[in-house]
């Protein structure tokens, strides 16, 4: 099975779709997207250009049962597609967020959350983003 996401103009990620196998192969029986294209494009009255192929096993560009990680994330819906780095990109949690194209992932603008204490842990506590303060707050 082969998973394509249909895009709109503005690269975001409207359905994700499955394809049998056997309606990818070229006229020599390899898989390939182009076909797989072609054949969404016909059935599906959308242009062949803006369905693009994901990997369901591929999150934060690492392949879940240990292949190649392909297109940096699974694709889905509302989120987007990035054209220049070629990965597909959840929604963008805040506006200060930017992406970290090694990890395939939206990171705030001063990095990860701190660690947490193992008091602020047994607290049940967590940190969430406070994008009017660009930093992160514990909450308790």
């Known amino acids: 099975?082969?998973?394509?996401?249909?895009?709109?103009?503005?690269?975001?990620?409207?359905?994700?779709?499955?394809?049998?196998?056997s309606d990818m192969l070229d006229g020599e029986g390899v898989a390939d997207e182009s076909v797989g294209q072609q054949y969404l494009e016909k059935h599906n009255n959308w242009p062949a250009n803006q369905w693009i192929q994901t990997s369901y096993n591929t999150?934060?560009?690492?392949?879940?049962?240990g292949g190649t990680p392909f297109r940096g994330n699974a694709a889905m819906i509302g989120g987007e597609w990035d054209e220049?780095?070629?990965?597909f990109f959840g929604k963008q949690p805040y506006?200060?967020?930017?992406?970290?194209?090694?990890?395939?992932?939206?990171?705030?603008?001063?990095?990860?959350?701190?660690a947490m204490t193992e008091a602020e842990k047994e607290a049940h506590s967590h940190y969430e983003w406070n994008e009017e303060a660009g930093?992160?707050?514990?909450n308790t």
């Not at 082969?2 to 049998?20: C, M, P, Q, W």
């Not at 194209?101 to 990860?112: F, K, L, M, V």
Request: charged letters at 15%; hydrophobic letters at 45%.
């Open 135 to 138: 930093a992160w707050a514990l």
């Open 95 to 114: 506006p200060s967020w930017v992406k970290n194209i090694s990890e395939a992932r939206w990171q705030s603008p001063i990095g990860d959350a701190p």
């Open 1 to 21: 099975m082969a998973h394509f996401a249909k895009i709109n103009s503005e690269k975001k990620v409207l359905a994700v779709l499955t394809l049998n196998d």
């Open 59 to 65: 999150f934060n560009n690492t392949h879940g049962l």
């Open 84 to 87: 220049v780095n070629q990965m």
